[in-house]
């Protein structure tokens, strides 16, 4: 009778996802939490005086975890930019030191509500937070899904489609593994015009690396003009939880649990009401497996170092 | 063969219009202008980023005044929040030696360019920049229409709504003649539950005095909570442009000329593709009657002074 | 998890109900059932050849009433049209003798499924046929809705509107009591231009009686111009679909069950989650209430009729 | 500032569309237009008395073929379904004697208008009738589009997706050349779970004989199920429709005028507001080049035979 979404973490991220789940009508009831009261609260009453002006109707609540126990989805979009801020590296891993351990208590808490939904991570570095989510929660892998290159593969659709000068819809591929440094395009994955790409380019001229480079650094470019990313990241996020909702059983670039790997990363998979309903077998290049390698390596590091350290997982 | 709306000034109200036009499919092209280069520009690759994810797509141009020749509408939000972020005194005016300013600089640009469509004025304080877009650019009276009370009365429902447990759609009346500290909401015009409420509230002790407060200094609470309001007065904002688009002939309190005041100020109208296409006679009670003759009297008062001193008008 | 929504019967009215409701996104499942099954399963794979050009994904499921035992709405839309077609006499009774055999059949059905949501019945003559719904499922009085005059109001505010030129959707009020010939519009409700429209009507001599016989007589146009009517009902019926399911409790004329008057028929109330959640009390003119009175036992004779003859109720 | 659509032809097919433009929000105003003028009447003023239950609004004009003049897109559904009723012989050019005859005068009457936007043709046989419309009204080639394959393309996917228990927007790849018999499904473009089918088919025994039967015949399934096929077929026209107005330069299987051809057929190419922007080039096998070609000379020869006898074009 109802979708009912939680959203954690009412920053700059956070709050355009409730903008957007609240002006399109994704979801019939809304929890907002935030450790800034004053904040979440001023949210939740713009959103109401929205209403008025707006076709449709979301019920919100307020900084109650006890809301979450009946929700849908919730959404993790916890996170402390002024880390990145701060640090000219351009690397996610920046915010590690605060957000595992964020993620382990907002997971408990989460864990406590009696949620048994479906938990969409946003907070970065995601691959190695979604696992910690997952751990902390005890929810099944394929019920923990981080949103991953779902953002990515859209900005190398941009990049390749301002190229071509054509809807970044009508590109289709992938970027894999992390959302962050390591991740990379995979470009015997893209078609474009009936094609794969890596033909056009080699007959046209077109720069791939280049493209790959503005796909890579696109968030980074949008960070350093404004100080943050808001608005694609939930566009991604919220099309990740109504295709749940849906149970379209869409194919998406997403944060999974790769078995075979031992890791959360992002590799297309078939995603429904019940998270992850099929993981996909891309026929990649020895160098993209390679890439696809070392970097669950990296994110498994990061991942079992914060598990020796910061949280505690039964 | 297209919908274009401009959006000046890229703060939090402005990028937030963007995002919901953007989101919601509101217009087919969009033009972003402001001063802050970096941030519009990362807005706008902000909002490309998003649109391999989103079902509905839109071209955008940035800082390029000459694209709103041919625009439908333009939206100003141009303002200067740190104004009200430094002053506690809860009074939009303290804008105003900036706006006006900003405002007619603005305003010359947009004739400059050609524009004749439909200008919808968010900056404050409301009234006053309205009536100083409309002088500076020379357009019809009736095509230059401020945004006004039309968040205030939705502020409005918001609070009658919460008190009786309804939808605020459900709720119908207006706040009128200013955006600002002179506005009142008109309860002889609000009806709910298929009464007047001044019946209900008599019955039931309802406070009506409270709800007005509660209406009139919610945008503050807001403001005080997180530093700026946009979700709310996005959703008015857009629905007006959608209003003019559709050339819907719908209600709406909005900041319109009415001669025999001689003054811009929020009341009643009807709004289609030709902007104000009528205007309502409400039977006000003298009280309130007296309310509105103040209150134009202040905001025509505010705008010749600003137009003795501070921008030239032929 | 999930908005499931039933519809039984797919004639001209079921199917648009179900085309919007697919087109729209307002289901995440969707039942479809009819008795002519070679009919509902080319719309169901219709509607499936149409979801690669959709942004939105509905499941669709056809003719298994066990898959309305988790349902959140279900929808009657059984009718036998040649009824009305042989017929000249623009009287919805002409479908009874059928519709109450049919809804009494189809409301075991129902029952034997477990269903137990909200109900919402479009079968005419519909406030006769909600009662029998209602009496054979067993479902709470409130959770059992006939659309009634929310069709009646929308089409006297269509001939309001278009008298005035403005947008039906800026007229408020209603039309009462029985979707039906005895249906009348209650002018003392009905406010336009921030007036009552009895007050304009007297001072630019609008005739009421005539936009009151445009409103009744409005369906048997479109019937007599189509052999049916689909577009403004199916309108209606998913709009009060969606208000449950926001649990928006907006206010809506709809057929509800009032105590007092011992019959289904239409009046306004807020519609939510739970069904009827509040019913209103107008303050009508004798007249009106005379009508009220009379339409509310001529609704129960028929009512208690059927109950005699047609249907067993415990 | 308006998107203004025209449909023309309100049986079955153009009704849907048109309830789908209205209740989706597609168009600002729309122009009806049937020889039947009880039925498109009847059908506008159901679309009005739907308006106050929606959340946007749309102008209506019907058989006003003036209209046109300013229209953005006109959408020919013009048909005769009796003549396919008659007929079991699933072959789409039964349709011809009547449809050639009233494209053309149709044809006429648009040009008459001074109509110079984009026309988009569903009349069957669509490839032929396109090439009439075209031939007709004089516009450039680029800016008469038939919806042709885009449909088939959908079934295709439904098939698909039904056999792998998917999205159908997961699944890419074309149908080609006729909206009609000699269509086929071009397996070298179709790609799903990351790889193509092919490859999956002959790994997993899936019969991609059988899904392309199922294609194929998807539409006379649904006619002899209900008589007519309407809610696939709009889908794809209001899709089609709203990729030119939004200029979003989408990748689109539909019948456009390949000169190498001489012939309208469908085939990919990027649509946008200037119509046909670019065509695709696909490295289709020998087999599928060679049903390409003799697919086209069909269509030829049936334009040309009606083009020496059925109507006039200098």
Redesign the interface.
Known sequence: ???KIGVIGMGSVGS?VA??I????FA??LVLIDVNE??V???A???????????????IAVNDYSELADA?IVISAVGKLQLQRDNPSNDRFIEYPFTQKAAAAVAGKIKDSGFN?ILIVITNPVDAITSIYQAVTGLPKNHVIGTGT??D???M??AV??KL????????GYNLVEHGNSQFTAWS?V?V???PITELADKEGIDLDKIDEDARM??F??????GY????I???AV?LA??V???????LPVSNYREELGAYLSY?A?VG?DGIV?Q????LTDEELDKLQNCATIINEKFEESKAKDFAVE
């Open positions: 009778m109802t979708r355009t903008h957007y609240v002006s399109g009508g019939d009831d004053k904040k609260k001023a949210d009453l713009d959103f109401e005086d929205a209403m008025a002006n707006l076709p449709t109707h979301t019920n849908d939904g779902l953002l593969s859209s900005r659709k941009r489609a301002k000068h054509i809807d970044p819809r009508s590109v289709s994955t078609r015009l009936g094609k696109g968030g470019v949008v960070f350093r003009g404004k990313t808001n608005y694609a939930a566009s991604a099309r109504d295709v909702l849906n149970d379209a059983r869409t194919e297309p078939i009401r099929q996909l077998q891309l026929d």
